[in-house]
């Protein structure tokens, strides 16, 4: 395995996270991130996103802060291919953390989102107080427990879909499990000791601020074009799961099984879209906070 891009081929996949992240930071919510945020938006910042995948955050930045350098850095070479196809606006680089390609005191501001669970502790502060300018802002965002509801068109499971999926789980049972062997959210700080450790690094002025966020395609201030975004990004995290089955090898065996659950969600996700444009309300929803570690060099 190519463990440089472990993350887009095994955790989740290019489209399904870009489009995740496009939706956290839509225009509904731009202005609560930007007060929270406090960056000038005249001013020619220089401003770095630390992992940030295939660069949903990073074009929004460049929206919100037009005059500012916008600079992302992953070690998934496939997000940053991605990111350079599609955001040419944003300048995009291959890099790790625990080895920053940039001179000291190099940023405005240094900006990560659902990084620092991942990143061993002082490495993530060390390398951003680093490359911060004297007075520079870090944006450290993590995601809270969130809820989810789905709609009853996708929860209506026929005793073939659940034989199905018992079976998946035999065939599966005992492969290394990824969260492990990489030790993903090893590192998980809680909403008290984020800004206790920051303060401990050197960073001042700290501060802790949250946003709730609700994804519900039938609430009537969501319009038409954000409702199907909304279901089309569920599709796709379902579908993208239904792939890596079929790419699995220990599931060579059952890839026709797999190609039948692939036809029968999109057509669940068919009519769910269906539903909504007859107007019959199905109220599933994503309720998420977002946690937003502020702090000054």
């Given at each position: 395995?190519?463990?440089?891009?472990?993350?887009?081929?095994?955790?989740?996949?290019?489209?399904t996270?870009?489009?995740?992240?496009?939706?956290?930071?839509?225009?509904?919510n731009a202005?609560?991130?930007q007060?929270?945020?406090?960056?000038?938006?005249?001013?020619p910042l220089?401003i770095?996103?630390?992992?940030?995948?295939?660069?949903?955050?990073?074009?929004v930045l460049?929206?919100?802060?037009?005059?500012?350098?916008?600079?992302?850095?992953?070690?998934?070479?496939?997000?940053?291919?991605?990111?350079?196809?599609?955001i040419?606006?944003?300048?995009?680089?291959?890099?790790?953390?625990y080895?920053?390609?940039f001179?000291?005191n190099?940023?405005?501001?240094?900006?990560?989102?659902?990084?620092?669970e991942?990143?061993?502790?002082?490495?993530f502060?060390?390398?951003?107080?680093?490359s911060?300018?004297?007075?520079?802002?870090?944006?450290?965002?993590?995601?809270?427990?969130?809820?989810?509801?789905?709609?009853?068109?996708?929860?209506?499971?026929?005793?073939?879909?659940?034989?199905?999926?018992?079976q998946?789980?035999?065939?599966?049972?005992?492969?290394?499990?990824?969260?492990q062997?990489?030790?993903?959210?090893?590192?998980?700080?809680?909403?008290?000791?984020?800004?206790?450790?920051?303060?401990?690094f050197?960073f001042?002025?700290?501060?802790?601020?949250?946003?709730?966020t609700?994804?519900?395609?039938?609430?009537?201030?969501v319009?038409?074009?954000?409702?199907?975004a909304?279901?089309?990004?569920?599709r796709?995290?379902?579908?993208e799961?239904?792939?890596?089955?079929?790419?699995?090898?220990?599931?060579?065996e059952?890839?026709?099984?797999?190609?039948?659950?692939?036809?029968?969600?999109?057509?669940?996700?068919?009519?769910?879209?269906?539903?909504?444009?007859?107007?019959?309300?199905?109220?599933?929803?994503?309720?998420?906070t977002?946690?937003?570690?502020?702090?000054?060099?």
């Amino acid at each position: 395995m190519n463990t440089l891009n472990f993350w887009s081929n095994q955790i989740q996949g290019i489209q399904t996270l870009y489009s995740s992240r496009k939706l956290r930071f839509n225009k509904e919510n731009a202005n609560a991130y930007q007060k929270i945020f406090n960056i000038d938006q005249k001013r020619p910042l220089r401003i770095l996103e630390i992992g940030c995948g295939p660069g949903a955050l990073c074009q929004v930045l460049k929206d919100w802060y037009p005059n500012a350098n916008v600079i992302g850095v992953d070690r998934d070479q496939n997000f940053i291919e991605f990111a350079k196809d599609n955001i040419p606006e944003v300048e995009f680089l291959v890099g790790d953390i625990y080895d920053l390609p940039f001179e000291e005191n190099s940023f405005d501001v240094i900006i990560s989102n659902t990084v620092v669970e991942h990143i061993e502790t002082s490495t993530f502060f060390k390398a951003q107080y680093h490359s911060l300018k004297s007075g520079g802002v870090c944006l450290c965002l993590s995601q809270a427990q969130g809820t989810i509801h789905q709609a009853p068109a996708l929860l209506s499971f026929n005793e073939e879909e659940n034989t199905f999926w018992q079976q998946i789980e035999c065939l599966t049972n005992g492969q290394d499990d990824l969260i492990q062997t990489f030790q993903i959210g090893k590192y998980k700080l809680n909403e008290q000791e984020l800004p206790q450790t920051m303060e401990k690094f050197g960073f001042q002025d700290v501060s802790m601020s949250y946003i709730t966020t609700h994804l519900t395609p039938d609430n009537p201030t969501v319009s038409d074009r954000l409702a199907h975004a909304m279901i089309e990004s569920d599709r796709l995290g379902d579908l993208e799961i239904l792939d890596k089955l079929f790419k699995n090898p220990l599931l060579k065996e059952v890839q026709k099984d797999i190609q039948q659950m692939i036809t029968k969600t999109n057509q669940k996700y068919d009519k769910r879209w269906e539903l909504y444009q007859k107007g019959q309300k199905q109220w599933d929803t994503k309720i998420s906070t977002a946690n937003i570690l502020r702090g000054i060099k």
